[in-house]
């Protein structure tokens, strides 16, 4: 399904009309320059993984307006990306009409891919889990998304980054576990693990 038809199912199964260009300005967010990991591939990479969990959801028109709007905003000298990509959603989704008990929902789902605590629903468990799903790749993308990452961050000095970036893999490692749901646990928990050690001991 090309984006157009997906963002278009999306929308009806949510009950509304999507504001007018709003796809496009979307996309056009995931083509900054500044990004190199967090772009369309990504946006692309994880609505696929959602169609493959979505009998697993609650909500799945939901879920996928929050994967759509997870990254919309990514700017890396940033510390509230999530915080103003999730004010956009729910900007959106008042400006097309939904109730805001949904925009609540949407902008709680996108705040929980800061990873910064457990996940606060199972729709946010997925959509996490889906997130973080990169980690568990096969090792030829795994060490492409490093490099995206490493792009990104190609303001950092070397040392420094090589510094942060084990910490914040090894903080990954030392979860009991990677992924919050069974479901990802099965696929991807030792693929992640081992993706994360080799990265952490190349590093």
């Known amino acids: ?99 805001e008990d949904a925009a609540t929902r949407v902008t709680s789902l996108i705040m929980a891919t800061c990873h910064a605590a457990p996940a606060p629903s199972p729709d946010a468990a997925i959509l996490t889990d889906i997130d973080l799903a990169i980690l568990g790749a096969d090792p030829p993308r795994f060490a492409e998304y490093e490099r995206q990452i490493r792009a990104e961050y190609a303001h950092v000095a070397p040392a420094l980054f090589a510094t942060k970036r084990r910490a914040i893999l090894q903080g990954f490692l030392d979860r009991p576990h990677i992924y919050a749901t069974d479901t990802m646990r099965r696929r991807l928990e030792a693929p992640a693990r081992r993706n994360l050690a080799q990265a952490i001991a190349s590093g």
């Open 1 to 99: 399904m090309d984006a157009a038809a997906r963002w278009d199912r999306m929308w009806q199964e949510l009950g509304a009309s999507p504001p007018d260009g709003l796809l496009a300005q979307l996309r056009q967010a995931y083509r900054e320059p500044q990004r190199h990991y967090h772009t369309l591939q990504h946006l692309d990479e994880c609505l696929l993984l959602a169609d493959a969990l979505r009998p697993d959801m609650e909500r799945p028109a939901e879920l996928e307006l929050a994967l759509w709007f997870h990254d919309a905003v990514y700017d890396v000298h940033a510390h509230d990306n999530e915080a103003r990509s999730a004010r956009w959603a729910a900007d959106a989704m008042r400006d097309a009409s939904l109730d």
